[in-house]
């Protein structure tokens, strides 16, 4: 049987998606060898506060980013779901839809990688999906930097080529080098709230969205 093309699972708020976030997703795809990436924009994330543009529009804005990209699907599961998005949820939802055999990489930047143990039920994030950690010169996910029990899963888990990933459908730990890009949606949002038009961080289209339906401003009656 034909090795089945792994699907990449990328999550977070997307508020706004940026091209930072465009750009790990495709290094992931090219990097890793992924048939395509899933962008899973977040509900109730329950690691931060809450977003500051409603679900509706968040969608919207990373349908506009990934339009023209047939690698990229928009998944809106957890943003249409009231209640918390765990990422194991997410996960285990994704290999009911996709069967058992199918393999999955979740996509962590090397920061969100830091903290998985503090996540809910993190080590059975390993028995859903394989983990692919972007990093940027001189980053690392080195077993020195992580708390002892993640630095132990990292060491057993750790594989140098991508090439495992086709292999199984879940378990192991990939590192994919990604453009070092300065673009956080923190700083596209502060300028926005100062009337500043903070172009070539993001789509036009996505900033025209924002725009059209006044996102981020701190005027009275913005969002």
Do not use: K
């Not at 990449?8 to 930072?20: E, I, L, R």
């Not at 199984?168 to 890009?181: E, K």
């Not at 502060?190 to 009337?195: I, K, R, V």
């Not at 172009?199 to 005027?219: F, K, Q, T």
């Amino acid at each position: 049987m034909a090795a089945q093309s792994v699907i990449g699972v990328f999550g977070g708020t997307f508020d706004p998606v940026h091209f930072g976030h465009l750009r790990l997703g495709v290094e992931a795809i090219d990097n890793l060898g992924l048939g395509e990436v899933r962008i899973v924009p977040a509900g109730v994330p329950p690691h931060r506060a809450a977003p500051f543009a409603p679900a509706a529009d968040r969608l919207r804005m990373a349908a506009l980013a990934i339009a023209g990209e047939p690698r990229f699907v928009l998944d809106d599961a957890e943003a249409m779901s009231t209640g918390p998005s765990f990422t194991v949820d997410t996960l285990t939802r994704l290999r009911g839809e996709l069967g058992p055999a199918r393999p999955l990489c979740l996509l962590l930047g090397s920061d969100a990688f830091a903290g998985l143990a503090t996540w809910s039920r993190w080590r059975q994030l390993f028995e859903l999906a394989h983990i692919g950690i972007a990093t940027r010169a001189g980053q690392g996910a080195g077993q020195g930097a992580l708390a002892a029990p993640l630095a132990a899963e990292f060491a057993a888990r750790h594989r140098e080529s991508a090439s495992c990933l086709e292999g199984a459908p879940a378990g192991s730990i990939v590192r994919f080098s990604m453009s070092a890009l300065d673009i956080s949606a923190s700083a596209i949002r502060d300028l926005l709230a100062q009337g500043r038009r903070p172009r070539y961080l993001l789509p036009d289209a996505v900033l025209d969205y924002i725009g059209s339906n006044r996102l981020y401003s701190r005027e009275p009656d913005g969002r």
